[in-house]
């Protein structure tokens, strides 16, 4: 007996939920967990189950294609022993980088991370102690190589998804639109407040009582993709703006390994503008 | 086309999944959203789902309740144009009931509340003004009078479930059998801290930083049910006993009016001590 | 013995504390509680502290103004006993005016409604019930006749500050002017995102996974002025902009009654876009 | 111009505030910020100010003493550049020592830990690299060697307050008391509620739908002493134990980083079974 979670998106119709769950009850399928929405603004219907099966991944696998190919759908089917594989970018703040390593390291964050890239040297001690490969690419003349790294170490890999944790530079389109759905930022603020540079001496002269951050896809515009998870916190006139700036990164690193988990345990579909993340 | 919520619950095992939503598909209808678990402690599968159908509700009722007659289920179904009749019971404190009514006078919780019965008379007026029967029956010789118009009035108004909106009696142990997982309290407090009287002096003599409270449903003892919902809010040393109180007041509120509307939206299921409360 | 409260706001100096404490112990008044902060931006000493004296309020206050005089400060002392006077404005919403009354009528919110005006009759009934003068002044051609009854009721009733409580006109530069510093808004989003018009759709669109409100004096513009307190409640992808909408409501009304309490006990000091809110 | 936090306890009573801000006034400091509460279970009044003066230290801490004496209070006086030397002890979770390192070595955190205790080798290593000594002390006959070597670290680096970070040991009543109001814990759930062993399988069992963590003062009952500050994080049935502990975990950080920078920065008051906090 195996254990799997399977995700489907497709355009919402009649029937959905009885071709998957017949055809799994015809393998021998055993369903643990199921969760199912039908996204109104896109149409899409996204569902996501985890079912246990006594039978070989390939004919499991090639038998759910064949028989839920009428939907036209985007499937995944995943062994739950099978641990995504994330590629990391960062820059020079250590927060995030380091949280997710204690994560991984300590089995309370089920993936693996192979490879760090970065435009700098700082994280490379840290991230090769930790198990990772690290390289680092200069920017100082435009994100092309980096990028190209970047595309190498997806097909060397393996890599299932992509995190940007706290990597400061712009995606160029291209990538933007070949991770289309696998590529996650962390924003140091609470979005759609405070998009531009420097939003902790925004909120100060503003004069906030709450910051928050927030875990997003990139899309073409770094700031402004489709919302995974957010989290805030209070602050009151004795938080300078370096005060809130120590503050957010707790909310940082929290509200990004909440994204980073829900990426890995299949939980969010990307419907347009807007994500549909289950519990 | 009318759309339905549908309940199951049942002991687990292989095929609920495709039972149910190969039946559904049979009668035509279309899942709009789905959410289930298996819950482990008690192996009990609980199903959710709203769907919507083109067909007369007895006849889909009778072809649902044979087809799915094998498992042995709770199954309720419900249209949503259907709104549950709630019985409240009250005291003297008025927040709860207040803010109940101000909800679904105002649309916003899909409730009715056609009788209010309370050990006293203070609250009568602004549930007459609301439009509900208000019965008031004392509780100086024991509660066995109310407990005989709790169930008549069950009866009369086809009450689906109770809640007990700051009631401060114990519920007997007949009524409470009667009523399994349809009897919801609020206590102010977060259980399981501070059970008995007094907690805000309790609270404020441990000088805690945070208080809260938990919608709960009532068992054999008060404040031992299997929890709903629960919330809490700050405090600091400048906070009274006093003003402790006050604070949980808008607590409980919210914590009872989210434990009704997800009651009323039928997405709590009971599971021994504990409860499967989807989202 | 009466208790009062003492606010006094001034440029930062030395010798502030020392001539104040001093004064006060020249009084035989007793320091209950004292908080004190330098606002760095403006340069602003705000302090607030509660004292005990047995002297009569008259020569207190006259000893307190010619000692003091050389701070050149605003300062503003009342008798803890003495509850503000609060003038509130509405349209037709009535969840923050209705939460205010309650506060106020069952003894949770020490001030005063004497009067309540409003562009709409809707609130009246529920006002006058309240105990409150209740006066509908059309804004169809503009809020200058709306406006001139609000500075009357000011004077006649001994305002001590304004709440709009979903107002929803924009109050002319002069009335804002006037009322600087005793004019509070609440903003059902949370500031500074979605400032516009039909925040809920906004947000839903955007697929938020959190929404708030913000309690903000009024400045020229009206959703940009010096933040109070602010609230928020996590949302969901099942959420639609009508649930968002709802569900602020709630938050709407938590942040205004925390704004209201504030200002009530003399917490809040305006320091040019920023507040210093002591807790 | 040297800025100082001055803390002060003593017996309430009228005139504090005069004598400590005329004094002050006298050596010419000026005060930057300013809290006082009377705590009124214990009569204690607590005061905590920051202020910069143009004196030497000696000179200056020798006229506040003197000028102070009558008060008979527990005097603190701190240069803000001298940060408090802080002994942790451990066992072998190292989430929380892990977090407190984090936060020293990036500067978020004013404390140095010269040292670290524990009665396992497990965390030798971290602690050592972050610059720590480490002492390993078996506690399987008894902690009276580790308490041994508690007392002796203590005098050796000149301890200001220690911290148990997730220790597991019973401290000695004998240490305890020595170590009073200087003595901080951090325990893995919402206290009151779960004090004993396993919380997270009672929380679980009992379907809480939010879990805690507290920090407080160590008395003769571990899991007893005054509260320094908590926190809560939501759970749902969807959450095992072993979830339960890995969400708790955030949270034990949090709460014991915010605990530990209260302290830090004189912020927290010991008045009998409660603390006051300043924020």
Redo the contacts between chains.
């Keep these: 007996m195996s254990q799997y979670l399977f995700n489907l998106k497709c355009e919402d ?10 055809t ?2 015809g393998l ?14 896109t149409s899409t219907y996204c ?1 996501r ?1 985890r079912f246990e099966v006594d039978l070989s991944e390939e004919k499991m696998l090639a038998q759910l294609q064949e028989a839920l190919q009428p939907l036209g759908a985007e499937i995944s089917v995943r062994n739950v022993e099978q641990v995504p594989n994330v590629l990391v970018l960062v820059s020079k703040h250590d ?1 995030c980088l ?1 949280d997710l390593f ?1 994560r991984t390291t ?1 089995n ?1 964050l089920a993936i693996n991370i192979p490879i760090v890239i970065s435009n700098h040297e700082d994280l490379r001690e840290h991230s090769e102690k930790s198990g990772a490969e690290y390289i680092a690419c200069s920017t100082s003349h435009g994100t092309e190589d980096l990028e190209a790294q970047v595309r190498q170490a997806i097909q060397n890999h393996n890599i299932d998804f992509v995190v940007l944790a706290r990597y400061m530079q712009i995606i160029s389109p291209e990538l933007g639109a070949e991770l289309n759905g696998r590529l996650v930022n962390i924003h140091h603020s ?5 998009k531009g540079a420097a939003p902790f001496q925004q909120a100060w ?6 910051i ?1 951050a927030t875990a997003h896809f990139v899309t073409e515009s770094l700031d402004e993709g ?7 916190t209070s602050v ?3 938080d ?1 703006a370096a005060d809130m700036k ?1 503050k957010s ?2 909310i940082e690193r ?1 509200v990004l ?1 909440d994204a980073v988990k829900a990426m890995a345990s299949g939980k969010v579909f990307l419907c347009g ?5 289950f ?1």
Tied chains: 1, 2, 3, 4.
């Design positions: 119709r009649p029937g959905i939920v009885a071709l998957v769950s017949t799994l009850h021998g399928a055993n369903v643990l967990s199921n969760s199912a929405f039908s996204e109104p603004v569902m189950l927060h380091v204690y300590h309370e609470f979005l759609p407040g405070f002269e503003r004069g906030v009582k709450m928050g489709p919302i995974i998870t957010q989290g805030v009151s006139h004795r300078s120590l990164k707790d929290l390994a503008a807007k994500t549909v993340v519990d």
